[in-house]
């Protein structure tokens, strides 16, 4: 046995063989390989099919799950700005995390508060009937577009919207004068969506008051009050009730280029229980409004 023989320490070269070429592959960049990989089919089919298995609305980040307070909404609004890239691993990871965090905070608060605020409520004209003919496709992409362009008016003015109501919404302001403009803003944008030749109607009602709110929620007569508002408007239009048309100042009507026109008919029935039947209901009418419009709302109310 050699005892003069022992191995090399680290370090000496003499007894340290030589390394392999590192592989071909690694010679790429690790941001061009994410990048690569951010925006790999495969890759972005896995990361959707996970959120699927997450907590929450898989479908969150669409304009039709991210509507409402609370900030995991606000922030997947803000995300769906600034992630252009729709068919991106990167973006579904954000969402998806938006998405539990959404999952996680949206528990019901016992602490209402009723503070005056003024009500919105809106709905499309006979979009049942459209739909039935137009299909299932046809009526989301209607909805989106929609969305895209009634909500950036409303929010950008500071409404919130509360939640969503089919093919309507129900958002709500603090300042009345914010909601009219808000609310004339978002009737000229819908004018400019179509879907298979159809442009669709909007109907609106505004009401004042303090309703409760809970969680994320609002509840109360005066929502009841806002909704029965919006019903009257059954040919579309924007209809305000008398708390909030008190609120606005006449100038503000002119700025805005509408009239204020009282519905003839009284807007409520008895058989409603506990929505005041002396309540008086305007309609905004621009230049463009067709005379017939309150006759023909009048006629609705009457065979209703």
């Not at 969150?60 to 600034?82: E, N, V, Y």
């Not at 998405?99 to 503070?115: D, F, G, I, M």
């Not at 499309?124 to 039935?132: G, I, K, N």
């Not at 159809?198 to 009602?205: E, N």
Request: hydrophobic fraction near 45%.
């Amino acid at each position: 046995m050699d005892v003069g023989h022992r191995d090399a320490a680290p370090g000496e070269s003499e007894e340290t063989p030589a390394l392999p070429a590192a592989p071909a592959v690694q010679s790429r960049s690790p941001a061009r390989w994410l990048r690569t990989a951010n925006y790999s089919p495969g890759v972005v089919s896995f990361f959707r099919r996970a959120r699927q298995l997450l907590p929450g609305d898989p479908e969150f980040g669409d304009p039709l799950s991210t509507a409402g307070d609370g900030g995991p909404r606000a922030a997947a609004r803000a995300a769906d700005r600034l992630l252009r890239d729709r068919d991106a691993a990167s973006r579904e990871v954000s969402l998806g995390v938006l998405q539990v965090w959404q999952a996680l905070t949206e528990t019901v608060s016992r602490r209402p508060a009723n503070t005056e605020v003024t009500l919105v409520f809106t709905d499309l004209v006979a979009f049942s009937t459209w739909s039935l003919e137009a299909g299932d496709d046809a009526a989301l992409k209607l909805l989106r577009q929609v969305a895209r362009a009634i909500e950036p008016p409303m929010l950008d003015a500071g409404g919130h919207i509360v939640k969503r109501l089919g093919d309507g919404i129900m958002a709500v302001f603090r300042n009345p004068i914010v909601a009219v403009r808000a609310v004339c803003a978002a009737q000229e944008a819908i004018k400019l969506v179509e879907v298979q030749g159809y442009t669709p109607r909007m109907r609106v009602g505004i009401h004042t008051g303090r309703p409760q709110r809970l969680g994320a929620d609002w509840l109360g007569v005066d929502v009841n009050i806002a909704a029965r508002v919006m019903e009257r408007a059954a040919k579309g239009g924007i209809m305000v009730s008398a708390p909030t048309l008190d609120l606005v100042p006449q100038s503000e009507l002119d700025a805005l280029g509408v009239v204020a026109k009282r519905v003839r008919k009284p807007v409520f029935a008895s058989k409603l229980t506990g929505i005041p039947p002396d309540l008086a209901i305007y309609r905004l009418k621009t230049g463009r409004d067709l005379p017939a419009a309150d006759t023909a709302d009048d006629a609705e109310a009457d065979a209703s």
